[in-house]
């Protein structure tokens, strides 16, 4: 019996040992990549992270928040919804500086998401693991590239796969702490709750009996997670906002323009992005339901079917539901094909394949096909972070940043038509107050005829309190009520804009000569001041 427990522990340290190697393989190629770019990765989020963990880094105040944007939760409710993925940046800054500090803790999460699925394909007994591992790396496109982005959904990954396992392995006590790790790290990171669903169904179906246990572990854990957050009450809050109110907006038809990555997307962009990953997905489907009409279904067969496939329209809609679909998606087929190989009908289809085709030259054909299409991937993630090399929009920011502090009074709102500029501007200006912070849909919160004044100044370059047609105002009136509207609603006696002399708002504040004064221009930006 001790000779059992010493083998079984010397099994776990080896397999622990290899999940070192898988992450320390995947780290170096993912801080190869980020440190073949001089900034961050994404003109956007990543900004925002990087300068609030720099600014928790230089107060040494773990639960600083600013009132960076009057009209946003960061001043009505302030929290921090990734704090704890903030706190740790914040010691990786401390000790490797800025940028630098962000890169490295960026490649750790990235490595983590194959390390963690790496321990739990073998802890499942799946073949060929490592294998397993290069596909999820190559199968899509639009999933490596987003690990390469310095934001906390790439760490929320491993929390998210390591919250299955551990409702599949029935470790409660485990779940619960990984749980509240993701909720102290993520504010989406209630969506756990999906798997408890689906193993609630699973475990009726082969039981008959409702199995507690889980809901509970996994509601204790997000209870802790809030509880242990700095600002529990108000991160309620915005967690109200994020996982119901933005996709409420969306679905009734409010456009608030938010980001692209919860935007519908084709059916064209998912599979030009994960053609590899739908095709092999498609064939572990086909498998399933033959394994599902000769009654050979097991519970870690159903949950991942009920589990991927609940992601499945999420991933088919919107880029954001790839990360989390697809590790559930590649052990649902890993799964799938090592239960065909091991089933009675494989020596049968493989005599009558022999029968009709040469192996060798059917192999040779199907490993170049997927070759080609993992290359493809890969190619593409490689030509993102090669444009984004190559993007000099960094030292605009930072010129025009620059002025503003040293030109508009401190805490001055700055009028900005595209609300994905803010975490950039911020990056190098916490001197100035914004108004839609990282998000449009807190300042629709906050009001929305304010939303609705800044979003028609941004996008029409009119003034209307309200959705377009505004019927109540001629269009002279709408033109000439910018000026109104930004010095006595939005309180923004400063916009910097795109430099694009074509654009409807660019147009207004350079003909309304007597409202507006330019005041500062580079190739990508121009400052406007409004006139008293």
Same mark, same amino acid.
Not at 22 to 47: A, E, K
Not at 326 to 339: G, R
Not at 432 to 437: C, E
């Given at each position: ?22 992450? !320390? ?18 003109? &956007? &989020? ?33 929290? &921090? ?50 294998? #397993? ?40 006590? #485990? ?19 999906? +798997? ?53 907006? $969306? ?21 030009? =992005? ?8 498609? $064939? ?36 954001? =539901?790839?990360?989390?679909? $697809? ?14 190989? @091991?089933?009675?009908?494989?020596? !049968? ?48 920011? @930072? ?104 654009? #409807? ?19 990508? +930006? ?7």
């Amino acid at each position: 019996m001790d000779f059992n427990k010493i083998l079984f522990f010397a099994m776990q340290v080896k397999l622990l040992f290899k999940s070192g190697g898988v992450f !320390i393989l995947f780290y170096f190629i993912f801080f190869g990549w980020q440190m073949f770019v001089p900034y961050l990765m994404s003109t &956007d &989020d990543p900004y925002y992270h990087a300068k609030h963990s720099a600014l928790i880094a230089a107060s040494g105040d773990v639960t600083f928040v600013g009132q960076w944007a009057p009209t946003h939760f960061l001043t009505t409710a302030p929290t &921090d919804p990734w704090w704890l993925y903030h706190v740790i940046t914040a010691g990786f800054i401390k000790v490797f500086g800025l940028l630098v500090g962000v890169k490295i803790w960026a490649a750790f999460a990235a490595a983590f998401v194959f390390a963690s699925a790496y321990f739990i394909f073998n802890r499942l007994n799946i073949t060929y693991a490592f294998v #397993w591992m290069f596909f999820l790396f190559v199968a899509s496109s639009i999933f490596t590239a987003r690990l390469t982005l310095e934001r906390p959904f790439v760490i929320s990954i491993p929390f998210f796969f390591l919250g299955y396992y551990f409702l599949y392995q029935r470790r409660y006590f #485990w779940l619960f702490i990984a749980t509240a790790l993701y909720v102290l790290t993520y504010n989406l990171a209630p969506i756990i709750l999906l +798997l408890v669903a689906v193993f609630l169904a699973v475990d009726f179906y082969f039981s008959r009996t409702l199995n507690l246990k889980p809901s509970i572990a996994v509601l204790g854990g997000i209870a802790a997670g809030i509880i242990l957050h700095p600002h529990p009450l108000n991160y309620i809050y915005v967690m109200s906002v994020h996982l119901v109110k933005v996709f409420y907006y $969306l679905l009734s038809g409010v456009n608030l323009n938010t980001g692209s990555e919860i935007q519908l997307h084709s059916l064209a962009d998912f599979l030009e =992005g994960n053609f590899l990953i739908a095709l092999f997905y498609i $064939l572990a489907l086909a498998v399933f339901f033959k394994l599902w009409s000769d009654k050979k279904v097991n519970r870690l067969s159903l949950s991942l079917f009920l589990a991927s496939i609940s992601w499945f329209p999420v991933a088919l809609l919107i880029p954001r =539901g790839t990360e989390y679909w $697809l590790p559930l998606a590649v052990l649902f087929i890993a799964y799938n094909f090592q239960a065909l190989r @091991q089933s009675a009908d494989w020596p !049968i289809f493989q005599t009558q394949l022999r029968q009709k085709i040469t192996p060798s030259l059917l192999s040779f054909f199907i490993l170049s096909a997927v070759a080609m299409f993992a290359a493809y991937n890969i190619f593409t993630v490689f030509m993102f972070v090669y444009e984004r090399r190559q993007d000099t929009s960094d030292y605009y920011f @930072q010129g025009a940043n620059d002025w503003l502090m040293h030109n508009t009074p401190r805490d001055s709102v700055v009028f900005y038509p595209i609300w994905s500029m803010f975490p950039q501007m911020f990056f190098y200006n916490n001197h100035n107050r914004y108004l839609t912070a990282f998000g449009p849909e807190f300042l629709y919160e906050y009001n929305p005829a304010v939303y609705y004044t800044w979003a028609n100044i941004a996008y029409r370059g009119v003034y209307c309190p309200h959705e377009l047609p505004c019927l109540e105002f001629s269009p002279r009136r709408e033109i000439r009520g910018v000026k109104f509207a930004l010095k006595n609603i939005l309180n923004a006696p400063t916009a910097i804009l795109p430099n694009q002399p074509d654009s #409807w708002v660019y147009k207004v504040f350079s003909t309304l000569t007597g409202d507006f004064i330019k005041v500062y221009e580079n190739k990508e +930006l121009v400052i406007f001041k409004v006139k008293e």
